[in-house]
């Protein structure tokens, strides 16, 4: 895991400790919001720098 966020609302920025490179990005949810009669997240777009 390269970095974290609890409770995330709103605008997340995340960094990591160290600089690397990768292939692929996961962003993984392990809660989501319940919404009609299932659940939700959502994210609206991803920047890589």
């Known amino acids: 895991m390269l970095a974290e966020q609890q409770d995330a609302s ?3 920025t995340l ?3 160290e600089p690397f490179e990768a292939d692929t990005l996961v ?3 392990t809660q989501a919001a319940a919404m009609d009669g299932g659940f939700r997240a ?3 777009d ?3 720098r």
């Open 10 to 12: 709103g605008t997340v």
């Open 15 to 17: 960094e990591p400790d």
């Open 27 to 29: 962003v993984w949810f």
């Open 42 to 44: 959502e994210v609206a």
């Open 46 to 48: 991803v920047q890589v």
